[in-house]
């Protein structure tokens, strides 16, 4: 059989479509694959069940730990980072559900303290507790306890035993329990923080003064000092010496 060159040159164009058309195929093939056979998908389309992942929304923040949330805190003008804005010995979140402003000192006031719980008379009627009774609920932590631990001091099914470990260890003595003296900043290993004469809790719960400051009204004399000789730890007079 013999081959004219119109057939052959027939021939070699038929050949040259044929390697031409299997080079783009590869070509194409080749760019939908990632060179190592593995799918090159659009970050966007889910590659199993047909279903995007949907993220898990994170607990809201509480930073303090005082029972409201650092967006409540902000609504409320009160410290996202310190559990008792004020510093009255209560934590903000529990201010709020007693409805009292977290932002006012008011759980300082008066100097009975009938019951001898921690707690004067007058903070007792603003709690609802009982002034004469050192555990109001009869669950085993005193109502002061209670307070430090942010439970509420009514309510005696609200304390887990963790809790109750916590607000019972008093390391100095000084009356007031180690929880509470990490809100204000004093030593739970020393009763007098400040060296002046008043222990923590006199100058927490009984008078108002500052228990990081040996003399708070700056008169030159120290808080318990004024005390002893009968004179006011807050008041702009000094002392008269001998």
Not at 7 to 29: E, P, T, W
Not at 35 to 57: D, Y
Request: proline share 6%; hydrophobic share 30%; glycine share 12%.
């Amino acid at each position: 059989m013999t081959f004219s060159i119109k057939n052959l040159v027939i021939i070699l164009l038929v050949i040259a479509v044929l390697i031409f058309g299997a080079a783009l195929a590869f070509y194409f093939l080749k760019g939908t694959t990632g060179g190592g056979g593995e799918n090159i998908l659009p970050a966007n389309i889910p590659t199993s069940g047909g279903e995007e992942t949907e993220s898990v929304p994170a607990a809201p923040l509480d930073s303090d730990n005082d029972g409201l949330t650092d967006d409540q805190e902000k609504e409320l003008g009160t410290n996202p980072q310190k559990s008792d804005t004020d510093g009255d010995g209560l934590k903000d979140g529990l201010e709020v559900k007693l409805k009292h402003n977290p932002l006012v000192k008011d759980f300082n006031l008066g100097e009975i303290d009938s019951d001898g719980d921690g707690l004067t008379d007058e903070e007792e009627k603003f709690l609802g507790t009982d002034p004469n009774k050192i555990d109001t609920d009869g669950d085993g932590i005193s109502d002061l306890g209670e307070i430090a631990a942010g439970t509420d001091p009514s309510q005696a099914d609200d304390f887990s035993a963790a809790q109750e470990r916590k607000v019972l260890l008093d390391t100095d003595k000084d009356g007031l329990p180690d929880e509470m003296e990490k809100d204000f900043g004093t030593d739970p290993a020393k009763a007098d923080t400040d060296n002046d004469g008043l222990n923590d809790y006199e100058e927490i719960r009984l008078f108002g003064t500052d228990p990081l400051n040996p003399d708070t009204d700056g008169d030159g004399y120290k808080d318990g000092e004024e005390v002893k000789a009968g004179y006011n730890p807050l008041g702009p007079g000094k002392m008269v010496t001998q």
